[in-house]
């Protein structure tokens, strides 16, 4: 049986969602968590391992809103692994999720996505004002 897991967001973590049978994580919310490396040891776990193993596809979607230095380095961490994932032939897709006004994290996933030689890496904008006129 594939492994799933979905722990809720609070004040100072994000909403995480492991799929392994779709091959999709996400992050969603805020990281800044007084110890991220004991919050992301699952799902730090957990990727190590799938992107180890033969997999088709894998997708990670993040959609931070703000995240602190330590969840900075993880996610970069988790990013070089999934790049040399792609690297060894797999198909990875990062879909970094901003608010067209959150300079911060658009700058941070620009860095990012500099960084990393194999993978697509999508910056996707969000509308912060959603207005439907009706």
């Not at 703000?66 to 032939?89: C, E, P, R, V």
């Amino acid at each position: 049986m594939a492994y799933k897991l979905e722990v809720q967001k609070t004040g100072s973590t994000p909403y995480v969602l492991i799929d392994e049978e779709n091959g999709y994580l996400k992050f969603e919310g805020e990281s800044y968590h007084e110890n991220v490396v004991v919050f992301f040891k699952d799902v730090s776990g957990w990727l190590n391992s799938f992107l180890s193993s033969e997999f088709g596809s894998f997708t990670f979607e993040c959609a931070l809103k703000y995240f602190n230095s330590s969840t900075t380095k993880l996610l970069l961490n988790m990013l070089l692994d999934m790049d040399d994932a792609a690297a060894n032939g797999n198909k990875v897709v990062v879909n970094w999720m901003v608010d067209e006004d959150n300079d911060i994290i658009i700058e941070c996933g620009e860095d990012f996505k500099d960084e990393m030689n194999a993978l697509e890496f999508n910056m996707i904008t969000i509308c912060a004002n959603r207005n439907i006129a009706g």
